[in-house]
C-alpha cells in the first residue's frame, strides 16, 4: 500500500498519544517493539522513532504503517524525523573506530597493558578529547557515548588481548587485536601516531574537516581518519596555490584587456601591502607572448632526464 508523507503535526499527535498510553501500552496496540537503534528526543523525554513515525502516518494519511512497511534507522523513520526539525538520538553508541582504538590502546600501553579505572584521572581526560572527536555525527551519540566507564571498558577489552595475559579474552572486536598489534609491531610510530591526534583534537585542527566521500574505503589507514582527513586537506591546499599563477596567466592569454583592467583595478589597495598588481600582469604577458611553453610554472617544469 501506498505510504505518503508525515508532518510535524502530526508526529506531535502520535507523541501526545504516546504520552496517553505509554511505552508499553502503545507498543502493544500497534503492533510495534522497542526501538533498537534510533530514539526520538522531544522536550527531554525519548520515544521509539519507528513506531511514532507509523502512528503519525494515520493522522496525517488515514492509516498506520505495520512494522514491516519501514525501518527505523537513519534512512527512513529517523531521517524523516530529522527532516521535521526533531532531535534524534541513538539508542546505543557506535562502534568504536581506529582513532579511538589507537589513543585507548596508548593509554593502555602508558599503563603497562593492564586495564584502567573510570574514576583514573588518565581516563577521565581521554574521555573529554573522545567526546568531542569530530567522527561520529550528533544522532548517534547517546548519554553515555565515550564515557570514562565506556572507555575504561575498552581497556579491558585491549588489554585481555595481549599475548601476556593469562585470563580469558573479553568479547572485544577485530579491530581492537589489530591496533594492539600495530603498537606491539611499532610501539614509537604509533605513540607519535596517538600523540598527533591528540594534539589535532586539542588545538581544535580537526574539528573544521569534513569527511570525504572515499573516506570509508580508508578506515583502515594506519593512522586513522582524522590525519588523514587533515592530510588530504593540507595537499588540496598546496596544489591549489600551485595553480594560481596558471589561472593568472591563463586568463591573460584568453583576454588580456579585460585581465589588465580588472588587475589594475586592484593595484591601489595590494600596493600597500607591498605588491603590484601590474608587475603580476607583466609577467604573465611575457609569457603569453613567448608562447605556451614558458607560461609553466617553475613547480611545474618536466625534470631533465639523462
Given at each position: 500500500m501506498r505510504k505518503g508523507a508525515i508532518s510535524r503535526d502530526g508526529v506531535l499527535k502520535a507523541v501526545a498519544e504516546y504520552d496517553e498510553l505509554g511505552r508499553e501500552g502503545f507498543l502493544s496496540k500497534y503492533g510495534y517493539k522497542p526501538a533498537t537503534g534510533y530514539l526520538l528526543v522531544h522536550e527531554e523525554r525519548t520515544y521509539d522513532s519507528k513506531a511514532i513515525v507509523g502512528v503519525a502516518h494515520e493522522f496525517d494519511q488515514g492509516r498506520v504503517l505495520r512494522p514491516d512497511e519501514l525501518s527505523?534507522?537513519?534512512?527512513?523513520?529517523?531521517?524523516?524525523?530529522?527532516?521535521?526539525?526533531?532531535?534524534?538520538?541513538?539508542?546505543?553508541?557506535?562502534?568504536?573506530?581506529?582513532?579511538?582504538i589507537i589513543l585507548a590502546c596508548d593509554l593502555a600501553m602508558a599503563n603497562g597493558w593492564k586495564r584502567l579505572e573510570y574514576d583514573d584521572p588518565r581516563v577521565v581526560e581521554l574521555s573529554a578529547l573522545l567526546q568531542v572527536m569530530p567522527i561520529h555525527p550528533e544522532e548517534l551519540r547517546n548519554e553515555l557515548f565515550r564515557n570514562p566507564g565506556g572507555l575504561a571498558r575498552k581497556t579491558v577489552d585491549i588489554t585481555s588481548r595481549h599475548p601476556d595475559y593469562l585470563g580469558k579474552p573479553t568479547n572485544g572486536n577485530v579491530l581492537d587485536v589489530e591496533v594492539m598489534?600495530?603498537?606491539?609491531?611499532?610501539?614509537?610510530?604509533?605513540?607519535?601516531?596517538?600523540?598527533?591526534?591528540?594534539?589535532?583534537?586539542?588545538?581544535?585542527d580537526f574539528q573544521d574537516l569534513l569527511p570525504e566521500a572515499e573516506e570509508e574505503d580508508d578506515y583502515d589507514a594506519p593512522e586513522g581518519k582524522l590525519l588523514l582527513r587533515r592530510h588530504r586537506s593540507r595537499e588540496r591546499n598546496k596544489a591549489c596555490?600551485?595553480?594560481?599563477?596558471?589561472?593568472?596567466?591563463?586568463?591573460?592569454?584568453?583576454?588580456?584587456v579585460k585581465h589588465a583592467v580588472s588587475t589594475s583595478s586592484r593595484s591601489?589597495?595590494?600596493a600597500e601591502a607591498g605588491t603590484s598588481?601590474?608587475?603580476?600582469?607583466?609577467?604573465?604577458?611575457?609569457?603569453?607572448?613567448?608562447?605556451?611553453?614558458?607560461?609553466?610554472?617553475?613547480?611545474?617544469?618536466?625534470?631533465?632526464?639523462?
Open positions: 527505523g534507522g537513519r534512512s527512513h523513520a529517523a531521517r524523516w524525523l530529522a527532516g521535521l526539525g526533531f532531535v534524534i538520538r541513538s539508542s546505543r553508541s557506535p562502534d568504536w573506530t581506529r582513532d579511538e598489534n600495530d603498537f606491539l609491531a611499532r610501539p614509537a610510530e604509533m605513540t607519535e601516531v596517538a600523540q598527533r591526534i591528540r594534539q589535532g583534537l586539542t588545538s581544535g596555490a600551485r595553480r594560481r599563477p596558471m589561472q593568472c596567466c591563463a586568463r591573460a592569454v584568453s583576454s588580456p591601489t589597495a595590494t598588481s601590474v608587475t603580476t600582469l607583466s609577467l604573465c604577458m611575457r609569457r603569453a607572448k613567448a608562447g605556451p611553453s614558458s607560461m609553466i610554472s617553475p613547480s611545474y617544469a618536466p625534470t631533465a632526464t639523462a
